[in-house]
């Protein structure tokens, strides 16, 4: 288990969270479940 | 519809799901995760009345499938009969609210993700009647059928994969930190294209209430490629989610997209857009109907004859499959036009070339481009029936052709 590859995805996930937290729409039409 | 899957309630749900399935063993796991499939239901998609009328469907779908298991060919056949009418009834398509009386059309009925649904109970009862799914449980049945990661949008799982998944026949994630932490970062990357991509694309492509006619040749050609990306984009960022939290929970869905913006032509684009209704599609409908019509005497020997056909057909059913309406009914019909029109142009081309000079003539990287530029913008053509109302469709048709 490589500590760089652990910190490399740790470090990705924080990133995707706080996209998430400051531009992530409320709610989203998820075309797909109308069929 | 309106799914919430960034919101607390979801988010939670799926983190006690993935320590609750990973933490029980033996047949209580199999009840414990009835329960959270029924709490997924019931909380997140549908309510208790849609939760029961899924419920409903759902078993109707064992009974078909056990009929099946047991008569074999005549089994198989009530069973989806009876089960196709119910679909057609439950999922309200516009012939049969024309056809039907209004005291027996009611809205209680609807539900989430009918349509698929709909196939893996069909795709059950057709393998059960074959003898190769081997003894089918109830609650297994239930558990694939409501899982709630494939539930409301797909990927179309094949039972076999889903079993052999739960019993530890095959694994469905490394048992390493690194793939974990990957399949967390998928549904975290999902997320952010579904709520943050996704939204941002949708507000420059078509909407439903678009007038065609008045867009002109640019504005037609650039709001499909926007609705097109952001349809992938809604779609796949779902698939990712639910990838990455079946990963952590013991049941991986399959891989529904392989970057279809690349696709070379619309036989290559459905390889790689929307994978596992084009593999169902391919074993239930296509195949069947290609051996039939090879063994009919007009179309024995025409086999490209046989294949469009086939083609037409199968587009047709995935556009019905897709919604209720015209709309739909015309977006299969382009995408079976656009199979024609490829299949009988690689047909000719092999005629005069032979097969050598035709691999040669696909490989010069002229001809890969070109072919991935036309495919992009013939199947952004196809969508934009995906997206528009079926009176704006009529109207643009109606206007056209009055010219």
Redesign the interface.
Known sequence: MSRHGIAVRLLAAASLIVVLLLLARRSVDFVYTGF | ??????STQFLALAAVSVLLVAGVRGQPRQYVFLALNSAFLWWIFLGPIGTLSTVVFSLTGFVGARMAARFGRRGLTAGIVLYTALFVYQRQYDFVTWVLPDILLTDILRT?????LFFKAVHVMIDAAGGTLGRIDLITYLNYSLNFTTF???PIQRFQDYRDQWEGVKTALEP???AH??A??RA??G??K???L??FVADYGLQPDTDLLSLGLTGLFVQSWAFWIY?YL??SG?CDIVIGIGSLLGVRPPENFNRPFLARNISDFWQRQHRSLTLWLTDYVFNPLYRFFLTRPATTRHRLLAANLSLVVTMLVSGL???TTVSFLIFGLVHGLWFVVYRTWDHLLTTRLGRQRVKQFRQHPLVHAGGIVLTFNATALAFVFFQLRPERVVEAIVQVAGR
């Not at chain 2, 519809?1 to 960034?6: R, V």
């Not at chain 2, 989430?112 to 698929?116: A, D, K």
């Open positions: 519809m309106q799914i919430t899957l960034l989430v993700g009918l349509s698929f409301a949008m797909g390493r930190l690194e932490l990957d967390g970062l975290l990357a997320l952010a579904a709520y943050v996704a939204p349809l809604n779609f779902y499959w897709h919604g």
